[in-house]
């Protein structure tokens, strides 16, 4: 299975073409069983095979994963490590993100309607043109003052 999941973007298409089990296996096998909140339910869209072909082509830069126009809408990423994270532009809305770690992830022109970040740790997080109606974001740590005034604003629940 993993000898066709090297690179690019064929590689995408077929890793999201696997059903659920086959994806955690895949990800357990190149030790990165961590993700599978993020890879294992993800929706085989064009925009997700973007992300993912990206994702297959810079291994190394894993722990810092660059989700731009990812659509991970509807997803529970409930825990999961978003350290760094590049979601600019990506498709939340709905998403249950509790208690995730957000450290400086970049949330910019994303969507976060009707998102639940209760609990999230938010630290450094940057906020600009992201849509947050209805965003849950009670509990979270690190928002600064000027971001709260702001995300409420916009229509966070703070």
């Known amino acids: 299975m ?3 999941l090297s690179h690019g973007t064929s590689t995408a298409a077929k890793f999201l073409a696997l059903p659920a089990e086959e994806r955690r ?3 357990a096998q190149l030790g990165l069983l961590r993700y599978a909140p993020l890879f294992v339910f993800m929706a085989a869209s064009t925009a997700n095979i973007t992300v993912l072909g990206r994702w297959f082509a810079a291994p190394d830069r894993v722990k810092f994963p660059d989700l731009r126009g990812a659509d991970l809408a509807h997803l ?3 825990r999961t490590n978003l350290i760094r994270a590049d979601l600019t ?3 939340l809305r709905g998403t249950v993100l509790r208690y995730a770690d957000l450290l400086f992830a970049r949330l910019v022109d ?3 309607t009707d998102a639940d970040l209760r609990g999230a740790t938010l630290n450094e997080s940057l906020w600009q043109r992201a849509r947050v109606t209805n965003c849950l974001l009670t509990d979270t740590v690190g928002l600064t003052a000027s971001q709260r005034i702001s995300l409420g604003q916009r229509g966070a629940v703070l």
Request: no cysteine; glycine share 6%; hydrophobic share 45%.
């Open 110 to 112: 994303a969507d976060l």
């Open 76 to 78: 529970d990423l409930s």
């Open 2 to 4: 993993l000898e066709s």
């Open 89 to 91: 532009g990506a498709d």
């Open 25 to 27: 296996t895949a990800l």
